[in-house]
């Protein structure tokens, strides 16, 4: 399993080693844990594994996994396979990782933190953590400067600190800070907090803060007395987590095949529209014998293949809509063949329909690949306002692979280059989807 061309196993691996936390300086089924809370979080972004739900917006450093050391290293590895493709799920949707390094006595309600209601995440007792606390004493201008204000001490001093609002575990919900409503997040964030369970101290400023971090998901000081307990990851992943399920991916079968993939193959043209025409060459052929090729490809790998056209027919544009809009595929893939007066323009282009980024992420490795294979001219990807595009609601391309009337292009035609199209197009496909050709 690849993203961006990474390994899912790295990718998943260097984004634990990104936790606020000493990850080695724990029992190694907390890790496991971690790791499969993790690997959850991040499988959203893996085009083939049937939980896909956009493109990862990071960026991919493996800086911190290279300089790790050996031993650091074969435990992590150790962790991983130990729960290789073991994903959590709340109603069918993995879950992400959140975590607090000791809730202090009970995890909170999301909505008490992150103002909205997440399934999974709903208070929990924790008997197995410290209730540990500290004093600060807080200096009253630095607080004030942090949120914009200014003290005026005759007669604001008691006004510091009112209206608190808290949940059944003791967390702030929200406060009014010398005038202002904030959240007890924001109160962490400006005061440099530990946690939002704090409490206030007479008319002085000195805050008694209860356990450390949000209050959300596993609590790290309980995870731990429950590993120290003999409980495994998934008990502590179980304690910490409502309405949760295990599923475990095979990781080797999301890399190797298109099973679970639709895609829709357009031939254009056909019939009495016979496209563009020079000499023997006439695109409404050309483009069937490239989208048979490709389906055949395809459908090997496992995809559902659908073909608008499998023999020299008249097919409408609304007819080719109406199979992609009830197929609904993941993607379609027009195929055409271009022209243009002049003879020295040559080369392939790919149309998308404006704002369609996965269609942009498409076009880009089909172009790669296309003039990788025939070392022809990449004219790049152009937005096009075309029926098929626009009355479609799956992403989908029109690929234009060469200029029929170029004299470079139309050198190249020949039965052995238009199957190289058709498998130049397949690759990028199985890279789109991040599965080994």
């Known amino acids: 399993m690849k993203i961006m061309g990474v390994s899912f196993k790295d990718f998943v691996l260097s984004n634990v080693l990104k936790i606020d936390i000493d990850i080695f300086d724990m029992p190694f089924e907390v890790l496991k844990a971690l790791i499969v809370l993790k690997r959850s979080e991040l499988v959203v972004h893996v085009k083939n594994s049937g939980y896909y739900k956009r493109e990862f917006s990071g960026e991919i450093n493996l800086d911190n996994l290279k300089k790790l050391e050996d031993t650091k290293k074969e435990l992590l590895d150790r962790a991983y396979d130990e729960t ?13 990782l959140y975590f607090t390094k000791c809730c202090g006595g009970g995890t909170a309600n999301s909505e008490s933190i992150l103002g909205y209601k997440v399934n999974y995440l709903r ?47 003791g967390r702030i919900r929200k406060l009014n800070l010398l005038g202002k409503e904030i959240t007890g997040d924001k109160l962490m964030e400006i005061l440099g907090l530990k946690s939002n369970r704090v409490y206030f101290k007479e008319d002085s400023i000195v805050l008694k803060v209860v356990g450390e971090g949000i209050g959300l998901g596993v609590c790290i000081e309980g995870a731990c007395s429950m590993a120290n307990e003999n409980k495994d990851f998934k008990d502590i992943i179980e304690y910490y987590y409502t309405g949760i399920e295990f599923v475990k991916l095979d990781e080797d079968k999301i890399v190797n095949t298109l099973e679970g993939r639709k895609i829709v193959i357009d031939a254009g043209h056909g019939g009495r529209d016979f496209g563009n025409v020079n000499g023997d060459f006439i695109e409404k052929d050309i483009n069937l014998k490239i989208a048979l ?23 409408t544009l609304s007819d080719r809509v109406k199979i992609i809009n009830r197929k609904r595929p993941d993607i379609f893939i027009s195929i055409h063949q271009n022209s243009f007066p002049q003879e020295s323009v040559n080369g392939i282009e790919v149309y998308c329909f404006k704002d369609d980024i996965d269609a942009v992420t498409l076009s880009k490795k089909i172009l790669d690949r296309v003039t990788e294979e025939l070392k022809i001219k990449n004219r790049g990807i152009r937005e096009g306002d075309y029926y098929i595009l ?9 690929v234009e692979c060469m200029y029929i009337t170029g004299n470079i292009d139309s050198r190249l035609i020949c039965e052995e280059n238009i199957y190289k199209i058709a498998e130049a197009i397949y690759r990028a496909v199985c890279e789109y989807f991040e599965v080994i050709v």
């Open 123 to 169: 208070k929990v007792l924790c008997r197995r953590c410290s209730e540990r606390c500290e004093e600060i004493k807080i200096d009253c201008e630095k607080m004030a400067n942090a949120i914009g204000c200014r003290i005026k001490y005759k007669d604001q001093i008691r006004e510091i600190i009112r209206d608190v609002s808290r949940d059944d575990t």
């Open 390 to 398: 626009r009355e479609s609601k799956s992403t989908g391309v029109i």
């Open 84 to 96: 290789q493709g073991i994903i959590v799920v709340n109603n069918a949707e993995p879950v992400s």
């Open 293 to 315: 090729r490709l389906y055949e490809l395809l459908s090997n790998k496992g995809a559902e293949c659908i073909l608008t056209r499998c023999i020299d027919e008249d097919i």
